[in-house]
Each structure stands twice: as C-alpha cells, then as structure tokens.
C-alpha cells in the first residue's frame, strides 16, 4: 500500500499535511484579532477624549450590562437552565461594592443623618480603613481608588458567588420551570429582604446610600477591561472540558450523567461562576449610578438580559454582546417613543413598523429558500402595517385622530415586541449558538476539529478509533 505525499509515513490523519494548513490560518487569524483590537482601542480613545458624556455612559453601561447578560448565558445558553434571578445576585455584589469603598467624608454624613439606618459595624465596613490598618495608607488616596475598588468588586463578586452556591443547589432537584420559579423567588426575596429591618442595618433600607464613587463605573477603560475579562473567562470556559460538559448537561443531561458527567458539580459551578460575574457587574452597575438603591435592582433589569440572550443567540457569546448593544441603545436613545404624540402620528409609525417586520419575514423566507415567499407571517404585519400607516396619514385632519397621547413604557414595550419578532422569525436568535470568527470573512467551512478539539478527544485524534483515519484507509487501499 503507497503511503500519499504528507502521510509522514503513513502514519495516520494526525500526521498528514493539516498543520501546515493549520497554522497559517492561525497566524492569519491572529493577526486579524489584533488588528480588531486595535481598532476598539482607537474606539475607546475617540469616544474617552472627545465624545459626550451621554456617549461615554453608554458605552461603558453597555460593557456592564455586557459582563451581566455574558455571565447570565453561561448559566441559560450553555448549560440550558433558565435562571431568572441575575438581578438578586448583582443586588449582592452592589451593596457590597458600594458599601465598602464609600468615602470617609460620605460615611460621616450617614452616621449625622437622621435617616441612616447604617449600624456601626457596617459603617466600620471600608476597604479604606483596612488599608490604613495594614500600614498601606498609599493606596488611601483619591488616586488609588481602583485598587480599593478593584478589592471591593472582587469581594462583591465572592459573595455573589457564595449565594450562586445556595441557589445552584436546587437545581440538582428541580427542573424547568420549577427551577425558574426558584430562581425568581430567590431575586426577589434577596431585593425585599434587603429592606426589612434585618438588613437595613448593612442597607439603609429602602433609603439606601448615594455618594458611591463613578470613576470606575463610568470609565470606559475600567468597564471594558472588565468586560474584556468576563469574555476571556467564559470563551475559555466554554471551549474547555467544563464547559463541554454544561452543553451535554444542556442537551441530554440523563445521557451525559450515563457518560460520567458530575452534574451535580458542574451546574453548581455554573450557578457560582455567573454569580460571582454578576455581583461584579452589580458593583459597576452602583458606581455607574452613584447610588445602592434597590429600585436599580428590579426584575426588569433580568428582563433586559434575557431579551439580550433571546435577541442575540442563547448560548453564543458574540450574539449575546450584539443583544446588549441593541438593548442598552433602546434604553439610552429611546427617549423619543416616550413622547407625546397625536394618534395618527403614532398610527403612522406602528405602520412603518409593521411593514418592517414584513420585509425582514420576507427577507429571510427568501435567504432560506421557503416556499412560498408571501407566507402568512408576511402577509398579515405588511397588510395591517399598510393600513395602518394610510389611517394615521389620510386621517391627520380627522378630530378623533388628533388627540394625543404620551407612550409611556415604550421602550419597554418595544424590546418586547423585538423579543417576539425574533422568537417567530428566528427562534434561535442573531447568532444562534454560533461565534464569529474570521472563517466567516473567506467562506471557509467549520467543520474541521481544531488541535485543542483533538487534543481533548481521543477519538479525534486516535488514528484507530477516527473516522477520516477509516476512509483514509479504504482510499489508501484503492490506489494500491
């Protein structure tokens, strides 16, 4: 039997001509990340040192809410247990963070105020005051905020995660909606126990306590590089033998315990892992705000995440980011559905919107080739936006149509309206479970395992037990 050019001696499909192949895509793709990181770094200096300040808020409120929804996707995308809760945990991380890097001067107004509710132990509670006892009074300074703040976050996030434990635990009973419906009580118990007079001693109750330094919370280097974190952390974690095993636990988790999957561990870890990343984005949530209250932490705030989930592809990464993005801009821009507005200017825009919805519908039908093009779920928003749009234009001179009326909740409502277009016209959202890599820019197909796949499954890279090694086989037999 001949042995084919790059079969380095027929030694079987680890040994033939791939890694050459391998490494200039490598290279490439490198090259390629770090000329997209270089361009966010020119981003950040433009929108850092001449945008406006509304524009640096959002930009750095979009990489908080950044590290809460990718940290939410671990627990609802990747290992497919539906977690309403996030909001209690960021309330965790929140109070802590703020608690412990108030300024000497915010505390000692609390303690005169009549309405503090602070006990003295809580007050006593400051990283700044425990760096001044361990004789490190450099790191006291206005200057060195982060580093108290960086000590602050990291202890919000432990407890957290401490509480992502208790709440994981369930979940080795419970499935499904039972489980959502515990992890739902949980955030909103934590929320209402934080104003009863058990805990307003730490919390202030439902006053809470403003004065929370924004440096770090409204800073767009701090902010991204946290988010930068949190992305590296739960792409490695997610590609990795752990996070393997969450997405069989998502598919099959009686089949993946038959396998010998601890899935009682792993689901305990996830639980743990997304807590302790969404009491860090609750401590730069509070900074960002300036203030611990708990109408920040309202079951909206999950709300948001999900439909960033939703919108952007449970379970992939990259579309959970371009969710958020979505979310944060109708949040931060959506001020005008909130106006108020005569009923046919209103008819008019519900009209456009339909219509939209119709040409996307139809969009895709075509893109996936369904059959027909003009199917119901075109047809009915292109026939009612259509109405609707020539009712609010040829009736601007009627009187019923010139009332007015201010829409408030708009952007609430209208990121659910989104969260419904996209559940009926692509289910799995933007991204679905997909990544972006730059094989998308060349048209290069995915399929092939890449050397960290083989390297964690013997069967990749066992030449007898591999599939491609068995063909290899029978077409090396042919040419013989």
Do not use: C
């Amino acid at each position: 039997m001949s042995a084919r050019p790059g079969d380095a001696g027929g030694n079987g499909a680890g040994a033939r001509g791939y890694r050459p192949h391998y490494l200039a895509h490598r290279v490439r793709n490198s090259l390629l990340t770090l000329g997209g990181l270089a361009v966010l770094l020119v981003v950040l200096l433009l929108v850092d040192g001449g945008a406006s300040v509304k524009l640096k808020q959002v930009f750095a409120l979009f990489a908080i809410w950044g590290i809460a929804t990718v940290s939410l996707n671990l627990v609802n995308g990747v290992t497919g247990i539906l977690s309403l809760g996030h909001h209690g945990f960021m309330l965790i991380g929140g109070y802590v963070t703020g608690l412990l890097v108030l300024p000497t001067a915010t505390r000692d107004n609390l303690a005169r105020s009549a309405r503090s509710e602070l006990s003295d132990f809580a007050m006593g509670l400051s990283v700044e005051n425990w760096f001044r006892a361990l004789g490190l009074d450099s790191l006291t300074t206005p200057e060195t905020l982060w580093a108290r703040f960086l000590v602050a976050v990291l202890i919000g996030g432990l407890m957290a995660a401490l509480f992502g434990v208790v709440v994981g635990f369930p979940s080795l009973r419970l499935r499904g909606d039972y489980l959502a419906i515990v992890t739902f009580a949980f955030g909103e118990a934590i929320r209402l126990l934080a104003s009863t007079p058990l805990m307003s001693s730490f919390t202030n109750g439902a006053l809470g306590f403003a004065g929370v330094p924004s440096d770090i919370g409204k800073s767009v280097w701090w902010t991204f590089g946290f988010l930068a974190v949190t992305v590296f952390v739960m792409a490695r974690l997610k590609y990795s033998s752990y996070g393997r095993a969450l997405q069989g636990i998502r598919e099959d988790e009686i089949a993946s315990e038959a396998m010998g999957v601890n899935t009682a561990y792993h689901k305990v870890l996830a639980f743990a892992i997304s807590a302790f990343f969404a009491g860090v984005a609750g401590g730069l949530w509070v900074s960002w705000v300036g203030t611990a209250r708990l109408d920040l932490f309202l079951f909206f705030l999950t709300f948001y995440f999900l439909v960033a989930i939703s919108v952007g592809g449970t379970g992939s990464i990259t579309g959970v980011l371009l969710g958020t993005a979505l979310v944060v801009w109708v949040r931060q821009y959506g001020d005008p559905l909130e106006q108020t507005y005569a009923l046919s200017t209103w008819a008019v825009a519900a009209g456009l919107v339909l219509l939209a919805v119709a040409a996307l519908a139809f969009f895709l039908r075509r893109v996936r080739r369904i059959k027909p093009d003009l199917g119901p779920v075109v047809y009915v928003p292109g026939a009612l936006g259509l109405v609707a749009a020539l009712v609010g234009l040829l009736g601007q001179g009627m009187p019923a149509l010139q009332a007015t009326w201010q829409g408030f909740g708009m952007r609430a409502i209208t990121l659910a309206l989104l969260l419904i277009t996209i559940m009926i016209l692509r289910p799995v959202g933007i991204m679905g479970r997909r990544e972006f890599t730059w094989a998308w820019l060349f048209r290069e197909r995915l399929d092939e395992p890449t050397e960290e796949e083989r390297a964690q499954d013997a069967w990749l890279s066992n030449p007898a037990l591999s599939g491609r090694a068995g063909a290899e086989r029978e077409d090396d037999e042919v040419d013989a």
